[in-house]
């Protein structure tokens, strides 16, 4: 529990729903964390009928425990459904299920700064079958684990690796809904990454391999100027794009600070030569898993550059603090973006 990483220290529970063409949704029910029982046929297995959400549940200040704007992340979770043709979770269903295993494993809520209890909802087409048509049943799962920061807790920059071998997503296609297929797709652009000594990779549009999308499995933000000149911008959703809820969030935070905030296209040779003239200067990734991110250097195939000497800038800074303490509610909430659990 003291530094227990991402995704390995589970908590004892999870919930389970089904999902029948006969009986719609049924059977939601907790019960300790397990193996679950598989047919080799099963379609998720062979036609990636499968979708998920990350969310995160924060112990507050008072001592109470909240679900950060749980409601964007069950619609994002049904938008993901009704892309795959897949059926779509009823939001009352969701925040019960959430509410469920919190319940089942609030001891398990670390009250340590920069520690959250990581939800981890799961759909799944689980009917026997090898047509290749939608599958007629499927099967809900919730489980939870312990999680500190995705890549530290001190806003230490990373570096990334601009891919042009590689693309994400095309329009059309699925990159603006959350399926495992969109990740274990990045996999090689990350491995391209690591060989060049960075931390993540930066994705550019599939057509013209210029224009800036995101950063591995995180929305990118870029400052623009300095003190009360500075404003934010970041890539505009394309369809492309997944769009994030901490993404939305910080849009919102930053507006309420007075901080002019847009979504404005940008390519990859306008980053650098805007950071070369100091009109660019910070950037940084934010997500559920990861918050907020300062981005320190920046490397391609025939460039290399960084960002606020290498350090996280004040911009950068304040929406770290802004949407940790929105999480942690320390501040007020007019949004109602967190969901208490009783």
């Not at 919730?142 to 999680?147: G, M, R, S, W, Y």
């Not at 492309?240 to 935070?253: K, N």
């Amino acid at each position: 529990m003291s530094a227990p990483g991402f995704g390995r220290v589970l908590t004892e529970h999870m919930v389970t729903a089904s999902w029948t063409s006969g009986r719609q949704w049924h059977d939601l029910g907790l019960s300790p964390y397990r193996p679950l029982p598989m047919d080799p046929a099963m379609a998720a297995l062979h036609y990636g009928q499968t979708i998920f959400e990350g969310l995160k549940a924060y112990r507050q200040h008072d001592g109470s425990v909240g679900i950060f704007r749980p409601d964007a992340h069950a619609h994002r979770f049904a938008r993901s459904a009704h892309r795959l043709m897949m059926p779509e979770l009823p939001t009352p269903l969701f925040l019960r299920a959430l509410e469920e295993l919190i319940r089942a494993d609030r001891a398990w809520v670390p009250d340590r700064p920069n520690h959250s209890l990581y939800l981890r909802p799961l759909l799944y087409a689980r009917e026997a079958v090898l047509a290749l048509r939608p599958a007629r049943e499927y099967q809900f799962l919730l489980i939870a684990f312990v999680a500190e920061g995705f890549f530290n807790n001190d806003l230490s920059p990373v570096s990334v690796w601009v891919s042009t071998e590689y693309s994400r997503a095309a329009r059309g296609g699925t990159g603006d809904v959350k399926i495992p297929g969109n990740y274990a797709g990045a996999f090689a652009a990350q491995a391209e990454a690591t060989a060049h000594g960075c931390h993540q990779v930066v994705w550019l549009d599939s057509a013209e391999r210029r224009w800036v999308e995101e950063m591995g499995g995180m929305n990118l933000f870029f400052v623009h100027g300095r003190g009360s000149q500075a404003r934010v911008t970041t890539p505009p959703l394309t369809g492309t794009l997944l769009p994030g809820v901490t993404r939305d969030a910080l849009l919102t935070l930053l507006a309420d600070e007075g901080i002019p905030v847009a979504e404005t296209p940008l390519t990859v040779d306008d980053w650098r030569e805007l950071a070369a003239r100091g009109e660019i200067t910070e950037v940084f990734a934010c997500g559920s898993a990861a918050g907020v991110t300062p981005v320190g250097t920046v490397r391609s195939a025939d460039a290399e550059w960084t960002i606020s000497g290498g350090r996280p800038g004040p911009i950068t800074r304040r929406a770290a603090h802004l949407l940790t303490s929105a999480q942690r509610g320390t501040l007020p909430d007019p949004h109602g973006w967190v969901h208490q659990v009783s």
